[in-house]
């Protein structure tokens, strides 16, 4: 049963969210083991790969908050955070 503001937020009712939630499921498992698997990667690519996976989270971020609703603009904020702090340890 997924979370009444979850389906709020993208506009899908119960039984959409019901038949899709293992989908959702199966797609966050998938993108929690990019990171890991990226961050294996040689130390000349981890700096270029943390660049590239945090500007994917904004720019996606601002894509959902564009497309979606206004409040998905709060994924943006962890990641320019983030963008910001590897820039200033670099």
Not at 31 to 37: C, H, I, K, M
Not at 52 to 68: D, E, H, Q, S
Not at 76 to 84: D, E, H, K, N
């Amino acid at each position: 049963m997924a979370d009444r503001s979850v389906r709020a937020t993208f506009g899908t009712t119960e039984e959409f969210a019901d038949q899709t939630a293992t989908l959702a499921a199966n797609q966050g498992l998938y993108n929690g083991f990019l990171a890991p698997v990226w961050s294996t990667v040689s130390s000349r690519r981890i700096r270029r790969s943390r660049y590239f996976f945090l500007c994917c989270v904004v720019v996606a971020g601002i894509y959902g908050a564009l497309t979606v609703t206004r409040r998905m603009f709060m994924q943006v904020i962890p990641a320019a955070v983030g963008l910001l702090l590897v820039l200033l340890a670099s």
